[in-house]
């Protein structure tokens, strides 16, 4: 089973276990190099299905870009496939293992030491799929630019819609932190702020091509 992080510093974990989050988008390995280059997806033959009909291809949801050259950037490749159930990543002290449990191997039994002697104790890079608690399953997987994102998806991405005001003008925030947040009255200025700070300063400037996964909580 593969697992998924979200930014624990913007609240994104947590607002993905209270339901508040059901989408997310991860930019895309190749770009279109220009708008002269053309996108194209997988040919599939009868090898890439299975004897009842369902497509079974690693590239599943796949693309790429080519020119009239026949230059071919590669695929992109979504790392987490319709239907597919994803383990949410969390540290083993949020995920509530008791610091002085033993840290075994689920293999062998093997005895590794103590949970709060461990890497994933509060570093959730180093917690394996099968140690997370919490699952999400993806319901869908589409391709757009990133700005392209609707308010209602900015809503999924976990963007708060604070309230509407008098003059029927609604009012957006970015999740709230310690640091404070944005409010402004257009959703996807509160997206562009958040994606920035997920993803490094510019990606929303830059556009680029994205997977946008949507998922609903399974545990």
Known sequence: MKKIMFNDKLGLTQAVLEGRKTMTRRICKYDRPDESWDIVFPV???????SEGNLISPLLGAFGWKNKDGDFTGWNNPLYKFCEVVAIAQNYRDSGYSPDSLDRHPKDLSVRGLMKDSAGWNNKMFVKSYACKHHIKITNVKIERLQDISDEDCLKEGIIHAYTDNNGIKRYHTPHTKRGYLSTDVAQQAFSFLIDKVSGKGTWESN???FAYEFVLVD
């Open 44 to 50: 599939f033959e009868s090898k890439d299905y299975d």
């Open 208 to 210: 680029p091509f994205v």
